[in-house]
């Protein structure tokens, strides 16, 4: 069983505010860093200032296929992200963990399960 994320986390609330849109719906970037401008971020170096993350997740996402960049600033929700899938199952899949497994499953575990 796929325990779900870390409920509050900067990449928690991200997920939730993206899922929250719905599958085949567009939203503006401008929008999305509007909305979660009072989520707690720790920027990954100060002077990117907290957007940097943002904007590092919502790629993220994109390249994982949950969105696609229809057009300059647009962004559509191709589909859900799981409950369970945390910003560790991201870094692995991008290789940024070294290890055959994370939190049990392969790469393509993962990527099956959603």
């Known amino acids: 069983m796929l325990e779900n994320r870390k409920i509050g986390t900067t990449w928690d609330q991200v997920c939730n505010w993206v899922n929250s849109q719905g599958t085949g719906n567009t939203f503006k970037t401008r929008n999305y860093l509007y909305e979660l401008q009072d989520v707690p971020v720790v920027p990954w170096r100060i002077e990117y200032g907290p957007d940097y993350r943002l904007h590092q997740y919502k790629g993220y996402l994109g390249r994982l296929g949950f969105l696609k960049n229809t057009s300059y600033g647009v962004w559509e929700v191709v589909k ?9 199952h991201v870094q692995f899949l991008f290789n940024y963990k070294e290890s055959e497994k994370y939190n049990g499953m392969t790469r393509e ?6």
């Open 80 to 88: 859900e992200i799981p409950g369970w899938f945390n910003l560790g």
């Open 109 to 114: 575990e993962i990527v099956n399960n959603f």
